[in-house]
């Protein structure tokens, strides 16, 4: 769904990955439930004791989503967001 009165669109998370080039790296991706679109987020864990949750959903701005140009990549996006928004509320923790 967009809100046009920010410019925000809300995004599934579809991807949860570590990083090859950097330790206590989490790679966050959230996509568009048509899979067209992403917005990749990264955490760093700082200690064991870092909790830090993470939605089914997140709001992210229009500027900040990169293209899926791969059309095998962009319907593995659109089925797993589908998928999340269907058994998912956008705040449930995952």
Partial sequence: ???????????????????????????????????????????????????RETTAAVDADLDNLGSVNDPDLQEQYAAEAQRMADIHDPDDVI
Avoid: P
């Fill in 1 to 51: 769904m967009r809100d046009e009165s920010d410019d925000s669109v809300q995004v599934w998370l579809v991807e949860r990955t570590y990083s090859d080039d950097e330790q206590n790296m989490i790679i966050l991706t959230y996509a568009t439930t048509d899979g067209e679109r992403y917005f990749r987020k990264e955490r760093a864990l700082t200690s064991f004791g870092d909790v």
